[in-house]
C-alpha cells in the first residue's frame, strides 16, 4: 500500500515563476491536507481539501497560491510569482476521514526560489 | 504567547539515557495531541497519540496535563536511532484536521 506520494521531490524556480506541486493521497483516503514549513520553523497549517471541494484554506495566503483536488488526478498546490520567500518545503498529508485524525504525509516538495 | 510551544533543544544525551520534552499549548480547549518524529529533511511521521489516561509505546511514554496545558514525552534507554526531532502537534478545537505543529525538539543520541 504506497504512501502519500508527493513530487517533484525538488523544485528550482527563478523569481517571478509558476510553481507547481503536486500530492497523491493514500489509497482510501478522501482528505488532503497542505503544510508549509519555513528553515528552523514548524509546519503550518496551509489547506484542507476533499474532492472537488476546498473545505478550509484560512491558512494560505491569500494571493499567489491556489490549491485544488480534482475528480481525477492529483491535488495541486499552485504559487504563482514565485517570490524568495515562498523557498520552504511543502508538506502533505492524507487521512481517510477527518474523525480519524490521524495524517500520513508524504516525502514533501523542498522548493527553492532563485 | 505562541498555540505551541517546545524547547528546541538540542538535548545531547549518551546512550541509555532516559529523556524528557516538554510541550505547552494554550488553548485550553484543544481536543487532541500527539508527538510526531522529524528525521532531518525529512517528513513527520507519527510516533505516538497521546491520551489523557497516558500510554505507552516499548520505550516511549506520553502524559498530559490538562490543568497545566502541557504534554510530554519520556524516551529511556535511548538509542541512536531515536536521534530527530520531536515535534508536538495539538488539534485546537475548531477543527480537527488543523494540525498545529510545535518548532520541534532535536535530540541527539551520543554513543
Known amino acids: 500500500n504506497a504512501g502519500v506520494m508527493q513530487n517533484p521531490r525538488h523544485l528550482v524556480r527563478r523569481r517571478g515563476q509558476e510553481a507547481r506541486l503536486r500530492c497523491s493521497p493514500m489509497?482510501?483516503?478522501?482528505?488532503v491536507y497542505w503544510y508549509r514549513q519555513l528553515p528552523e520553523e514548524g509546519l503550518k497549517f496551509m489547506v484542507y481539501?476533499?474532492?472537488?471541494?476546498?473545505?478550509?484554506e484560512s491558512g494560505m495566503p491569500k494571493e499567489r497560491f491556489s490549491a485544488e483536488f480534482p475528480k481525477e488526478g492529483p491535488s495541486i498546490l499552485r504559487i504563482q510569482q514565485v517570490v524568495r520567500g515562498d523557498s520552504a518545503a511543502y508538506f502533505c498529508?492524507?487521512?481517510?476521514?477527518?474523525?480519524?485524525?490521524?495524517?500520513?504525509f508524504g516525502p514533501g516538495t523542498r522548493l527553492t526560489v532563485l | 504567547r505562541k498555540e505551541v510551544e517546545q524547547d528546541p533543544g538540542p538535548f545531547n544525551v549518551p546512550e541509555g539515557a532516559t529523556v524528557a520534552f516538554n510541550c505547552t499549548y494554550s488553548?485550553?480547549?484543544?481536543?487532541?495531541f500527539f508527538w510526531y518524529r522529524q528525521d532531518c529533511r525529512k517528513e513527520p511521521k507519527l510516533l505516538m497519540s497521546?491520551?489523557?489516561s497516558g500510554n505507552e509505546d516499548g520505550r516511549f511514554t506520553a502524559q498530559l496535563n490538562r490543568a497545566s496545558q502541557y504534554i510530554s514525552l519520556l524516551i529511556r534507554d535511548s538509542k541512536l536511532s531515536d536521534s530527530a526531532t520531536y515535534l508536538c502537534?495539538?488539534?485546537?478545537?475548531?477543527?480537527?484536521?488543523?494540525?498545529?505543529f510545535g518548532t520541534g525538539t532535536r535530540l541527539k543520541v551520543l554513543a
Open positions: 498529508a492524507s487521512s481517510r476521514r477527518t474523525a480519524d485524525n490521524e495524517q500520513f
Open positions: 489509497k482510501g483516503h478522501s482528505h
Open positions: 481539501l476533499q474532492k472537488e471541494n476546498i473545505i478550509d
Open positions: 488553548n485550553s480547549a484543544s481536543q487532541s
Open positions: 497521546v491520551y489523557s
Open positions: 502537534v495539538v488539534n485546537p478545537p475548531s477543527g480537527t484536521y488543523k494540525y498545529i
